[in-house]
């Protein structure tokens, strides 16, 4: 499998996941033109993407996936929940491209997937593991608390792709109006770096090998300092491949390929 980040933030959000002849676009926040570029440093041509996964419906992940439908044809994988919810800004999604999930395992081509719960202020919020070859992959981020559901299904995972939006005390200490300070930090808010150190730290345990960080704040966080949270807690807990293979997804450009 592969799988890389093209932009992960509050600007969008869109990764890239690929198993053979088989590949899924993890949300699109992004315009198609954005898309298009950040595939194509891989050499990756949009017409050979299969779909899109949707994790849940604000703009900062929905945002292309109107165009995905109408103008690549991409067929649009998302819960009814989420797709009722969907921005108007999004536009139609033409029926014969939309294919309604329920919160169980569904196959794309070589791609098997299985939404889980996350927590978080949208109406039908999902994560997802993916696997293929033998391998698995998960993609968990806008989710305030670390979810039972979650720990669940994504022991086990070669590759994950996991929240570290803020830094605690930047936060705390920041502009951001006191409503939205709480917001954030709710348990429907989005995971600090701290909790994304502690995950992984479990992650780890439970033999993951590669993690990225990533959906990082633009004003609560850098980063150096989600990167370091992350870093000392695997290196003080011993696991130092996981240490070693870390990464940070950033806001705007497409990360490095992962190889899983
Ligand atoms: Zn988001
Ligand atoms: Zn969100």
Known sequence: MKFFSIA??????CLYVQDGNSSLLIDCGLSGKAVESGLSIYNIDIADVTGVLVTHEHIDHTKGIGVMSRK???TIYITPGTYH???TSVGVIPQDKLCFIQN?????GNLRVTPFELSHD???PHG????????????????????????HTIAGSDFAFIESNHD????????????LKRRILSDYGHLPNTDASHLAVWLASKGTKKIMLGHLSAENNTEEIAYNTTLNALSR??????????????RHFPSTIIEI
């Open 237 to 250: 807990a011993g696991f130092l491949e996981a240490a070693k293979n870390l990464i940070v997804a950033s």
């Open 72 to 74: 690549y044809k991409k």
């Open 168 to 179: 605690l005390h930047m936060l705390k200490h920041g502009a951001y109006p006191p409503e």
């Open 8 to 13: 992960s933030g509050s600007s969008g959000n």
């Open 85 to 87: 919810a969907l921005p």
């Open 122 to 124: 949208a109406c039908d």
């Open 128 to 151: 997802f593991v993916i696997e293929g070859s033998g391998k698995k992959i998960c993609v968990a981020t806008d989710t305030g608390i670390i979810t039972q559901a979650m720990t």
């Open 104 to 108: 169980t395992q569904f196959t794309v």
